[in-house]
């Protein structure tokens, strides 16, 4: 099947700082890709969907300024999560459709201390 | 708006037992409905799939009908096996290729 990676699959950093993190799809093309968050224990909750070569398409409650997203072109969408603080801690998830199925990265685990 | 419900873990089943998670769902229009299965430190990946009413996704000795009548999705297999024990992910989409709306996640805890 599909591939999609993520990069970092951990990171740790200080509250205040930015994060980058990256999902490509390894042997497809893809207009939309999509960001989700989990909580432990909890399900997944969608943030928003990048779209390439315009604007990202946020959910209700999502912060635009603070979690940025770049669709950069047809294999990559970054999520960078601006001064990041202790409550953006997560597991973020990123997905990219082919055909008629969604593929999902690994997951990235954001510790913000 | 759109909802998946599944019943809450986790679930502890011995090996060769039968398997049902329950998952329900809202929605306004006529969904796809999916099960996606996640392996302990491992991504999430699709399990199966039906795309209309009646139909029965299968893969793995997993399998699951799509019930409009009674909005439900539940998953089923006949023999677990202790490579089945993994977090369970009911969901819907509206299309294909358009995001996705998760239940909660079920876990399955399988002892040999």
């Known amino acids: 099947g599909a591939v999609v990676s993520q990069h970092p699959s951990r990171v740790i950093c200080k509250s205040g700082t930015s994060v980058k993190i990256e999902c490509r799809s390894l042997d497809f093309q893809a207009t939309t890709m999509f960001w989700y968050r989990q909580f432990p224990k909890q399900s997944l909750m969608l943030m928003a969907t990048?779209?390439?070569?315009?604007?990202?398409?946020?959910e209700q409650g999502v912060e635009k300024d603070k979690f940025l997203i770049n669709h950069a072109s047809l294999t990559l969408s970054t999520l960078t999560v601006t001064s990041a603080h202790p409550e953006d801690s997560s597991f973020y998830i990123c997905?990219?459709?082919?055909?008629?199925?969604?593929?999902f990265g690994p997951g990235t685990r954001l510790t913000v201390l | 708006g759109n909802s998946v419900t599944q019943m809450e873990g986790p679930v502890t089943l011995s090996e060769e037992a039968f398997l049902t998670i329950n998952c329900t769902y809202t929605?306004?229009?006529?969904?796809?409905l999916f099960w996606y299965v996640q392996y302990p430190g491992e991504g999430l990946q699709l399990l199966l799939k039906?795309?209309?009413?009646?139909d029965k996704g299968s893969n793995k000795g997993f399998e699951a009908t799509y019930r409009k009548e009674t909005t439900s999705f539940h998953l089923e297999k006949g023999s677990v096996q202790v490579s089945d024990s993994a977090v369970y992910f009911c969901a819907l989409s509206e299309s294909y290729g358009n995001k996705l709306v998760f239940g909660a996640g079920t876990i399955l805890r399988v002892k040999s």
């Open positions: 997905s990219a459709p082919t055909g008629q199925t969604q593929y």
């Open positions: 929605a306004t229009g006529y969904p796809s």
């Open positions: 990048s779209n390439e070569g315009s604007k990202a398409t946020y």
């Open positions: 039906a795309t209309k009413a009646d």
